[in-house]
């Protein structure tokens, strides 16, 4: 005789099956980047990355959205030598030296270039509908933030000065058509959008685009930066992800990614801050720090300048399981502890 979920199972007209042998459940896929504290902030571990989803990068101008979206999809490039890009541009901001920068091949990048909501909304139904579930696509938008609705567009055709009521609507409409494909396909979906700021006493950064971005993300990141000084002389920025919303991460962390104008971006940025709260690093005198080895908590003699904090120092720290553990209980969701890697009062507006 057959059980309830027998009976159940052929009923269904869904490719439904027992959620332990769902071919939708399980482990996804993470996507590494070179940078530690990048990944921390999409997975709330070292080891992490980026997963199959919705992930929304919002702030001012020129607060390196774009160069983080193609950085994090040229990870998700180079891991699947056979991947394509879909990489839909309102902007026309990003010449051809950004995509190289990150190490993506052109050869693999579709250009679809977008005015409206619409045009992105039919065109990525129509695409998600053809990909099938292996198929390793990842989807990149700059920017959802410059995108004006069809009728906004109309309207100013036709000379009609009136407000546009639509393009919230139009980009929840989006949203709720392509995010089951994203999860259902394990397609990774990197947005950068805008902010403004609430008319509240205590104001604060929200993402522009209504209420559909922030159901639908997996991963929202509001990006500040502060300046990265020499003395008197600014060498750069640290652009500060405050992390929104996520899955994984503990909500309202900060993590800084530190780019100068001569090397770009600081692979090891971020780091040694955590390092110094769960005493894996110490800081013997101004200006020098020491490894402390994490088994026996002995400070190691030789002492390093800032400057010297490379992938000869950082290496053995990073991949110490007692250092993973310290990074995920202080931003993974369940964690129990909490650091404070950069203070809010450091940020630009």
């Known amino acids: 005789m057959p059980s309830i979920m027998d009976k159940l199972k052929k009923n269904s007209k869904l490719d439904s099956e027992i959620i332990t042998q769902s071919k939708y459940y399980g482990k996804k896929d993470m996507v590494s980047t070179d940078v530690p504290m990048i990944n921390v902030a ?31 999809a040229g990870a998700y490039m180079q891991k699947h030598e056979d991947a394509v890009m879909l990489f839909y541009d309102s902007e026309f901001g990003s010449p051809q030296s950004y995509f190289e920068m990150f190490g993506i091949d052109m050869e693999r990048v579709l250009h679809c270039p977008i005015t409206n909501i619409e045009e992105l909304k039919f065109d990525l139904t129509n695409q998600l509908d053809q990909i099938e579930k292996g198929d390793k696509v990842i989807i990149v938008v700059d920017s959802l933030g410059n995108l004006a609705s069809k009728k906004e567009v109309e309207d100013a055709l036709n000379e ?25 396909k394990d397609i990774p979906f990197i947005a950068v959008a805008h902010t403004y700021d609430t008319q509240e006493m205590f104001s604060k950064k929200v993402v522009s685009g209504g209420t559909g971005l922030y159901y639908s993300a997996d991963d929202i990141w509001i990006l500040g930066r502060r300046q990265n000084k020499e003395g008197t002389e600014i060498k750069g920025y640290d652009f500060v992800i405050n992390v929104e919303k ?36 110490t800081k013997p005198s101004q200006g020098w720090y020491s490894k402390v080895d994490p088994e026996t908590g002995e400070v190691e003699d030789k002492k390093y300048r800032a400057k010297e904090l490379t992938e000869e120092f950082w290496s053995d720290i990073i991949s110490a399981e007692q250092f993973k553990e310290f990074v995920e209980d202080n931003f993974k969701i369940g964690g129990s502890s909490n650091i404070e890697v950069v203070s809010p009062d450091e940020i630009e507006d």
């Open 246 to 281: 996520s899955r994984y991460v503990r909500e309202k962390s900060i993590i800084p990614i530190s780019v100068t104008w001569e090397g770009g971006i600081d692979a090891y940025s971020g780091l040694l801050d955590v390092a110094l709260a769960g005493q894996f690093v």
């Open 42 to 72: 999409l997975s709330g571990s070292v080891d992490g990355g980026l997963s199959p989803g919705v992930t929304i990068l919002a702030g001012p101008s020129k607060h390196f959205k774009t160069s983080f979206s193609l950085k994090v």
């Open 160 to 184: 009609k000065a009136v407000a546009d009521m639509t393009r919230a609507k139009q980009l929840k409409s989006l949203f709720r058509i392509v995010t089951p494909h994203l999860s259902m």
